[in-house]
């Protein structure tokens, strides 16, 4: 039997990045399916046809090209989306890279950008979507953390630390807005099968490379789902980002949830 799907976002508008796959893609599908309007966005056309295609080429479904580390390309893509849908109630900063490498061995460019696109990409989206998400009688954001800013994982220094950032950028942004009534929360996704995490992903926003050839495993013995199920589509990060920005979320603010099937307890 399948599951009935809540109709939470009848008359809504959400403006989601990182949208031509993995976590991102499986958002804009399970908000189309409870009945918002979706602008997804993609540094990828490729990514985001396929979204297209997966939705059915559903008619609450536009698209639009954008690259959240480019701050002409964000400005332009959040006016179109703006257009498109009206207004905006929810931002979803799903768009993200991983690069992992020893940091003895990492340039200063893969540092930097990995900064660039996670947390300076997600900067500015919520700022050029403010006025906005302002004018919104129910607006939320919900940006992408990991488990890597609060938990050891090993290779990936700058993800990390750009995923810290977003942590703590979520904390003051709830708190400089709550009396505009705009709630702002983080997701912490770890062991989730994904673009990102194998390496699949066609865009540029939402991939990385794998582990270095010479890591030791051995200091990966404690990221390990206890759950005991392996890795978690991807479908069960975006049930959490639907609940978040919704009217169940309406009491959440501030806050991260973690979403790891264990691995982290």
Avoid: C
Avoid at 20 to 44: F, N
Wanted: no cysteine.
């Amino acid at each position: 039997m399948s599951a009935v799907v809540p109709a939470r976002y009848e008359g809504r508008r959400a403006l989601i990045t990182g949208a031509g796959s993995g976590i991102g893609q499986a958002t804009v599908l399970r908000i189309l399916a409870e009945g918002g309007t979706v602008v997804a966005a993609d540094v990828s056309e490729a990514g985001l046809a396929d979204t297209v295609g997966k939705s059915g080429g559903h008619d609450r479904l536009t698209t639009v090209v954008v690259d959240v580390a480019d701050e002409a390309s964000v400005t332009a893509g959040v006016a179109a989306a703006r257009k498109a849908l009206g207004g905006i109630d929810v931002l979803v900063n799903a768009a993200g890279i991983l690069r992992s490498s020893r940091t003895e061995t990492t340039s200063l460019a893969d540092f930097e950008l990995v900064i660039r696109v996670n947390l300076v990409g997600t900067f500015l989206m919520i700022r050029e979507s403010l006025p906005a998400l302002i004018e919104s009688d129910d607006a939320a954001v919900v940006n992408f953390s990991s488990t890597s800013a609060m938990f050891a994982h090993p290779y990936m220094a700058a993800y990390a630390a750009s995923k810290g950032g977003i942590q703590s950028m979520t904390h003051a942004l709830a708190a400089e807005y709550a009396k505009q009534g705009i709630r702002f929360t983080a997701v912490q996704p770890s062991s989730i099968s994904s673009g990102m995490t194998d390496g699949s992903g066609e865009s540029g926003q939402s991939r990385g490379p794998g582990l270095p050839e010479d890591a030791d495993f051995g200091l990966f013995a404690k990221l390990l789902p206890a759950l005991g199920q392996g890795f978690a589509g991807p479908e069960t990060v975006a049930g959490v980002v639907a609940m978040l920005a919704s009217s169940d979320g309406a009491f959440i603010t501030g806050t991260e949830v973690r979403v790891d099937g264990g691995t982290h307890f």
